[in-house]
């Protein structure tokens, strides 16, 4: 009986390493298929929320693909390939979030998408790659001696508007752009992302030029507000970040709604209140520890809603943080008019409001910030200049 068994067991054994070798052979004589097929790249590439480390690269293509950059420092090639709980992002839109860089280090970089035609079990079936033009960008660096920045805001769907505006920027002299938020009335769709702010956007900024992006309060509004972040994503994850840019501490922060989280519109589905409760613990965090928001000339605030949103408080523990950390300049949109407040009893900072079809130049040195407002024909509008406070 036991030689019975050992016979069975041994005959098991026998058949299950002739599959495996015949599996192994198939492998050997056989690899996956690739069909004579490319991908598209419908849109971008695109560069967000670059810091001195640290970029993410965007692009769409029109066929489901899996995606890398190359990158270039000038010496070495590498590539960056993401990978999602141990698996290669497949699909239509690709985030090649890179870290690791060196401030102050320009880099060219390609965006390169490989198709898959078929996501089967085993042997998928791939088809072939696309790689987009070369194009290159500059870390931002703590040790920069100049910050230059362009700032729009409350577009609201208006492609005209960003056109006339970003016109008006002379790219070669500027780091990013600053969007304030409120480029949608609210978001519908990916088409509608695209078409009415993405696609005009780095139409005119190109693709070595990074988009800092502060949210509106329109752009939780929709049944594609939960989608946003896939799109303008920042390599920390969250839609308020500080950034080093040599004199100026740049903090980027996010006002979510106007109204409070009870109000009958939003039907139970927001929750901004302990969010926004979050992110002042972050604030509260960079303020007492980051070396650069305590030592830079400058600390500038970039968020839709001067008055910090809809907050219990009335925004008051925010007002008495920035009052602490020796912010220097607000500049918000939201109220699509222009307006100045110069520090005053209740916020040692200065407050400036930019109209929505008006253009912002910020420019910062070690001894002075100055900000040129214009309109979109580029009439001046107003200038605040900003000595360092030592
Ligand atoms: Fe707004």
Not at 84 to 99: A, F, M, N, Y
Not at 113 to 120: D, H, M
Not at 264 to 273: H, K, M
Request: proline content about 6%; some cysteine.
């Amino acid at each position: 009986m036991i030689s019975k068994m050992k016979k069975a067991l041994a005959a098991l054994c026998a058949s299950l390493s002739m599959l495996a070798a015949h599996e192994v052979a198939q492998a050997q004589s056989e690899p996956y298929k690739v069909f004579d097929t490319k991908p598209v790249i419908t849109e971008g590439p695109y560069l967000v929320a670059m810091s001195d480390t640290a970029v993410s690269v965007v692009w769409m293509t029109d066929a489901p693909s899996h995606a890398k950059v190359r990158l270039d420092d000038g010496s070495k090639v590498r590539e960056i390939e993401p990978q999602v709980d141990g698996l290669v992002p497949v699909g239509l839109r690709h985030v090649v979030t890179i870290t690791g860089l060196a401030p102050g280090t320009r880099y060219s970089y390609e965006a390169i998408a490989t198709r898959v035609v078929k996501l089967k079990p085993y042997w998928p079936d791939k088809g072939l790659s696309i790689s987009s033009p070369a194009a290159s960008f500059t870390t931002f660096s703590a040790r920069q001696p100049a910050a230059s920045f362009s700032v729009i805001t409350d577009t609201h769907e208006d492609t005209a508007r960003i056109g006339r505006l970003l016109k008006l920027v002379d790219w070669s002299r500027t780091d990013a752009l600053v969007h304030l938020g409120d480029a949608f009335n609210w978001l519908d769709s990916e088409e509608q992302l695209f078409g009415k702010w993405l696609r005009p956007t780095f139409a005119a900024m190109g693709p070595g030029k990074p988009l800092l992006y502060a949210r509106g309060n329109h752009e939780l509004r929709g049944a594609f507000a939960r989608q946003l972040s896939g799109y303008v994503p920042t390599p920390e994850g969250t839609y308020y970040y500080s950034r080093a840019m040599g004199p100026v501490h740049l903090l980027v922060l996010d006002t979510a709604e106007d109204k409070p989280d009870d109000t009958n519109v939003y039907a139970q589905l927001n929750r901004t209140q302990p969010y926004r409760e979050e992110e002042l613990a972050w604030l509260r965090g960079q303020v007492s520890g980051d070396k650069h928001l305590a030592n830079a000339p400058f600390r500038v605030v970039a968020m839709h809603q001067s008055d910090w949103g809809a907050l219990p408080d009335k925004g008051a523990a925010w007002t008495a943080l920035a009052n602490q950390a020796g912010i220097d300049l607000i500049i918000a949109g939201h109220d699509h008019k222009f307006s100045y407040e110069a520090p005053n009893q209740q916020h040692s900072y200065h407050q400036l409001i930019l109209g929505q079809d008006q253009l912002a130049r910020v420019d910062a040195t070690d001894r002075v910030l100055t900000v040129k407002v214009s309109t979109d024909k580029g009439a001046p509008v107003y200038t605040l200049t900003i000595p360092a406070r030592r």
